[in-house]
């Protein structure tokens, strides 16, 4: 869809990423707005991923009330929360907005919570809270029935 839109290549970045203004309109289609991943703001390019899309969602939202209104749109604001990434079942590296780093299990913590933070209702947050619990608890039980398995069989080898 976005490939087939009249854009010129002019207005165009790497992929056929729509070029943007930091108001986050097409440069010749002023009246039509672009966030997130298809879209690029070349004065300031973002990297694709959802904690910008949402903010440049909400940039376009404050910006399409702002015209009805008949006042002029604003550039996008767009702040880097940081980055967080899952190491194994209980580990995460947080990268907290390019200053702190925090890993191994407080880094876990950190991920688990900036995701409940985000979801959107409370019913979310209990549904992925009990599969993270129930996760949990399989994976300890799990890893006991092996530890044991095996300790029975290195036994029954010896003997
Ligand atoms: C595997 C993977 C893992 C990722 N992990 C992370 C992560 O951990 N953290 C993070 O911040 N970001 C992550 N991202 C990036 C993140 O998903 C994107 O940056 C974000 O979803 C962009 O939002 P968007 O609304 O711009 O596009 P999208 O979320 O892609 O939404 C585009 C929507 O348009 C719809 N659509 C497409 N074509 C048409 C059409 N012709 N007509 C109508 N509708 C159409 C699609 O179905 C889709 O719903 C990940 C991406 C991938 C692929």
């Given at each position: 869809m976005i490939q087939a839109l009249p854009v010129p290549e002019a207005h165009r970045a790497r992929r056929g990423?729509?070029?943007?203004?930091?108001?986050?309109?097409?440069?010749d289609f002023p009246e039509v707005f672009a966030g997130g991943d298809c879209a690029t703001n070349?004065?300031?390019?973002?990297?694709?991923?959802?904690?910008?899309?949402?903010?440049?969602?909400?940039?376009?939202?404050?910006?399409?009330?702002?015209?009805?209104?008949g006042n002029a749109p604003s550039p996008a604001q767009v702040h880097l929360r940081g980055s967080l990434l899952k190491l194994g079942l209980s580990e995460s590296a947080a990268d907290l907005f390019d200053r702190f780093e925090i890993k191994g299990k407080v880094g876990h913590l950190i991920r688990q919570?900036?995701?409940?933070?985000?979801?959107?209702?409370?019913?979310?947050?209990?549904?992925?809270?009990?599969?993270?619990?129930?996760?949990?608890?399989?994976?300890?039980?799990?890893?006991?029935?092996?530890?044991?398995?095996?300790?029975?069989?290195?036994?029954?080898?010896?003997?």
């Open positions: 990423h729509l070029c943007v203004t930091p108001t986050l309109q097409l440069p070349t004065e300031n390019p973002l990297p694709p991923t959802a904690q910008v899309a949402y903010q440049e969602g909400a940039a376009i939202a404050r910006n399409l009330k702002a015209i009805a209104e919570a900036t995701y409940l933070e985000l979801l959107p209702t409370p019913v979310h947050n209990f549904k992925v809270t009990s599969e993270w619990f129930i996760d949990n608890v399989f994976h300890h039980f799990g890893s006991s029935i092996h530890l044991a398995a095996a300790k029975v069989g290195s036994q029954e080898a010896s003997e």
